[in-house]
């Protein structure tokens, strides 16, 4: 069964600096895709970052941007910049590339934004 | 940007009661989803939906669990007789044809059982 795993509970790091979230993922299958949600306080999920696995370039989204390594089962999300409207709990999900197959979600990491 | 609709966005119920939580998913969207998040936990697949009918569900979707498309353009989660580990933040989903388009969640029901 695939799994993804968020390392962090919580993270914090100071407005304008960057910061890294780490998330590592377990799966056979060798077409699936990638992702990175936010939720902030309102608990709408929002996507931030997609990566599909048969690309080699790592996803950009203007100030967030991924580390994909697709050998070491590793999809890490950078913010730089950081903005205090960063601040929510992010989750590393994964889904397989079949059209119908559900999104399975890490257990996320809150982040804070130190003024 | 096209969005998915829940309603009512919050509800309270007494336990044992049932409860109809709505969605209207994307209009030319193909593939329904309800996911659930218990307060500070990660977000939990219960169930897909495909075609008019269940294409996987996970153990928390049990018998007292119900989906259907009634008219075409809603979809809905069906508890029949909750329990007060029923209450959550229910969140429904949709995606297109393309397997490479995004899911589009919808801005959630948090249902509380007493």
């Known amino acids: 069964a695939q799994t993804v795993t968020q390392s962090q509970p919580e993270m914090s790091v100071q407005e304008a600096e960057t910061v890294t979230l780490s998330c590592t993922y377990d799966?056979?299958?060798?077409?699936?895709?990638l992702f990175w949600y936010k939720q902030p306080p309102s608990r709408q999920m929002i996507l931030v970052i997609r990566?599909?696995?048969?690309?080699?370039q790592n996803a950009t989204e203007n100030r967030f941007s991924v580390n994909f390594q697709k050998a070491a089962k590793s999809f890490s999300l950078k913010i730089s910049d950081s903005q205090l409207g960063d601040a929510a709990m992010y989750f590393c999900?994964?889904?397989?590339?079949?059209?119908?197959?559900?999104?399975?979600f890490g257990k996320g990491t809150r982040l804070h934004i130190l003024p | 940007e096209p969005e998915v609709t829940q309603t009512p966005s919050h509800q309270v119920t007494q336990m044992g009661q049932e409860v109809i939580l709505r969605c209207v998913p994307i209009?030319?969207?193909?593939?329904f989803y309800w996911y659930r998040q218990i307060l500070g936990q990660k977000v939990e697949f219960l169930v897909s939906?495909?075609?008019?009918?269940?294409?996987?569900k996970s153990e928390i979707f049990d018998d007292q669990f119900s989906v259907e498309r009634p008219d075409g353009s809603n979809f809905t989660l069906k508890i029949r007789s909750t329990k007060l580990e029923d209450s959550a933040m229910y969140f429904c989903?949709?995606?297109?044809?393309?397997?490479?388009?995004?899911?589009?969640f919808g801005s959630g029901t948090q249902l509380s059982v007493l």
């Open positions: 999900a994964y889904r397989r590339g079949n059209r119908d197959d559900k999104i399975i």
């Open positions: 799966t056979s299958e060798s077409d699936y895709y």
């Open positions: 990566q599909e696995a048969y690309k080699q």
């Open positions: 209009s030319n969207h193909l593939y």
């Open positions: 939906f495909y075609n008019n009918e269940i294409s996987e």
């Open positions: 989903a949709s995606i297109g044809y393309a397997t490479n388009e995004k899911l589009f």
